[in-house]
């Protein structure tokens, strides 16, 4: 499975062949073939394998103490940080979903209901509680979700795939898991009684 991760890594499900994962397993192709009947088979059992792993990345689990306290920026800051330690941990994952869901191939799809929808619905959930209290505006949960994994995967895609020098943005994950919850939570406008706009409109007004 690992051989089969790292070429469909690179070359994707059309791209490898069988013989070819024998031959870099050091076994014969009957041998994969008495294990997998089909390289479909092989390629779905990668999911089930990473998803029984001890390496898997399991969000409800590590943002479970946070959302107990309610503590908001303990929520996405650990799930950020997980996201980006799990991707930096395993490129070639990222990049087999990546061919997957370009090949149209099952498995994206596979991944999508298991995973991407889980955490939609368990972060959508906690959103919607922490805006019945107040703590949070108005605003769809699917948006904010969006909007968060958008800036964790896009962060971490340039990492892995784009910019692995690091070139555009050098910093650590426990750094940018940080700034992109202050981003969430707080966005980056500053208070308009402090910009330059504000104070040229509170200058007109007191004129006026």
Request: charged share 25%.
């Amino acid at each position: 499975l690992r051989v089969a991760v790292k070429l469909f890594s690179e070359r994707g499900f059309r791209g490898t062949t069988t013989k070819e994962i024998a031959q870099a397993a050091g076994v014969s192709e009957a041998m994969v073939f008495r294990h997998f009947a089909t390289k479909v088979e092989l390629y779905a059992a990668i999911l089930d394998h990473k998803a029984c792993s001890s390496g898997k990345f399991e969000p409800a689990e590590m943002a479970a103490d946070a959302i107990k306290r309610k503590d908001d920026r303990a929520v996405f800051e650990s799930l950020a940080l997980g996201a980006l330690n799990h991707h930096e941990h395993d490129p070639e994952f990222q990049r087999l979903l990546l061919h997957s869901a370009l090949e149209k191939h099952e498995l994206a799809q596979m991944f999508f209901d298991e995973f991407v929808r889980h955490v939609y619905e368990f972060l959508g959930a906690y959103l919607r509680q922490r805006q019945s209290e107040g703590a949070l505006i108005d605003i769809d949960p699917a948006i904010v979700v969006r909007a968060f994994i958008g800036m964790v995967m896009h962060h971490s895609l340039n990492n892995n795939l784009w910019d692995p020098n690091r070139r555009l943005l050098n910093i650590s994950n426990e750094s940018a898991a940080k700034h992109f919850t202050d981003i969430l939570l707080n966005g980056i406008r500053a208070h308009e009684a402090t910009s330059p706009a504000a104070k040229t409109n509170s200058g007109k007004n007191d004129k006026e």
